[in-house]
């Protein structure tokens, strides 16, 4: 079993950031693909950023050069920097592992932007 748990999330004003923190726990015993995922009310799941097993990055038009993903120095922990939010970020962030071609997902954090 593979257990992710986010955390981070929060309410911003428009412009501001925020760093989203993913740790995995579990049956893990080497670097695997993670992303980041979110999901918006009424909307569906979307792909933000992923990371391949060789550092591979991949990011949504909609966040380049504003959110930066990166892996942590402990094995399997993953973090998104978000710059200059804006309120169409708001969302439930899900942090994504793939183990031997299955997902797993952690329960999500809430990043809402708003004045």
């Known amino acids: 079993q593979v257990q992710l748990v986010e955390s981070g999330g929060g309410v911003v004003q428009p412009g501001g950031s925020l760093r989203l923190s993913c740790a995995a726990s579990?049956?893990?015993?080497?670097?695997?693909?993670m992303g980041w995922y979110r999901q918006a009310p009424g909307q569906q799941r979307e792909l933000v950023a992923d990371i391949s097993r060789g550092d591979s990055i991949n990011y949504a038009d909609s966040v380049k050069g504003r959110f930066t993903i990166s892996r942590g120095n402990a094995t399997n922990t993953l973090y998104l920097q978000m710059n200059s939010l804006k309120p169409e970020d708001t969302a439930i962030y899900y942090c994504?592992?793939?183990?031997?071609?299955?997902?797993?997902w952690g329960q999500g954090t809430q990043v809402t932007v708003s004045s």
């Open positions: 994504e592992l793939s183990r031997f071609g299955v997902p797993y």
């Open positions: 579990g049956s893990i015993f080497s670097i695997n693909p």
